[in-house]
């Protein structure tokens, strides 16, 4: 862990939120891949949203070493929306990016993408490729950027690599375009809903484009909700158990209330068929694991007996 002891307080260039609850088993190295990080002039916001394990203990360890580092522990959770709100709300840079408390991003991390940004002020986010931590070695990282010069465009590009997007949510942004817009206030709002990460890209691919370094990576783990199945734990309402993507739909035909029509209708219908995949995946899910438990229960020992 890097000693860090700053004594003005000049404006950071980056400010890195990380939102966090009981994070015990993979917050350390997380922090010790931002802390580590060739480009220094930071500020490290960590909201603990009242976590029940040692992931208090461990913020304050790391706070008490590096005056980069400012914790704040939530009397109560407020939600993991509200959460991502709060650190990027506390956000003095001029860049921010969401760390989550399971990532690891390679030490080149914020400097190639700081560059990048600095060097091509058409592109409103840059980030790096990007796998997962139970992926093998051997597989190919996500790399696609989104550069295309229309709108829609860069939207259908978007919908189409939708379930590979989690490197997009934690590029490095702009924070003025990141907070600069009042549809932000309809993304982050009180409650949790399915799909808060794509309609932040969406609205900022109205804005500008998304780069993809060559080097550098970042790697997700999976102890998180993304190894869930996510279309239940998000299914808050009674609407939302039939039309998952309820809260993402409205949104998003808010964002691109200045497509044209037939554009407009053409989101409709991919909108629509997301809506599908994630009413029916659970009920797929349940059949396959009943299924695999009938299997083992009569037909697995007399297979093995042939």
């Not at 890195?16 to 350390?28: A, D, R, Y």
């Not at 590979?164 to 949510?169: K, N, P, T, V």
């Not at 808060?196 to 909700?225: C, P, Q, Y």
């Not at 029916?280 to 007996?305: G, H, V």
Request: hydrophobic share 40%.
């Amino acid at each position: 862990m890097k000693n860090v002891n700053k004594s003005n307080n000049k404006k950071p260039m980056i400010s890195i939120g990380v939102p966090v609850f009981n994070g015990q088993e993979t917050l350390s190295a997380a922090l010790k891949s931002i802390t580590e990080q060739s480009f220094d002039d930071i500020e490290i916001i960590i909201s603990d949203n009242a976590s029940t394990d040692d992931t208090q203990k461990i913020c304050r360890s790391y706070a008490a070493e590096n005056d980069q580092i400012k914790y704040i522990r939530q009397q109560k959770n407020i939600g993991a929306i509200a959460n991502f709100k709060y650190v990027l709300s506390e956000a003095c840079g001029d860049y921010f990016i969401w760390a989550a408390a399971d990532d690891i991003r390679s030490a080149d991390y914020l400097k190639l993408n700081y560059d990048f940004l600095q060097d091509n002020p058409n592109y409103v986010a840059s980030g790096t490729p990007n796998g997962f931590d139970n992926w093998p070695s051997s597989k190919e990282l996500v790399k696609f950027s989104i550069e295309e010069d229309e709108v829609f465009k860069r939207h259908l590009k978007f919908f189409n690599n939708c379930f590979q997007s989690h490197g997009l949510f934690y590029c490095l942004f702009r924070t003025k375009i990141l907070t600069d817009s009042d549809i932000l206030d309809d993304i982050f709002s009180n409650s949790d809903w399915l799909g808060f990460d794509w309609a932040t890209i969406l609205h900022l691919l109205t804005i500008g484009k998304i780069n993809r370094t060559l080097k550098g990576s970042m790697t997700f783990g999976v102890r998180g909700e993304s190894s869930k199945n996510i279309f239940r734990i998000h299914s808050h309402t009674k609407i939302e158990k039939f039309i998952p993507f309820y809260v993402l739909s409205k949104l998003v035909m808010k964002i691109t209330r200045d497509f044209t029509t037939w554009q407009k209708i053409r989101i409709l219908y991919i909108l629509v068929k997301l809506n599908c995949f994630a009413f029916l995946d659970p009920i797929y899910r349940a059949q396959k694991n009943f299924l695999y438990k009938i299997y083992c229960k009569y037909l697995k020992s007399k297979i093995k007996s042939l």
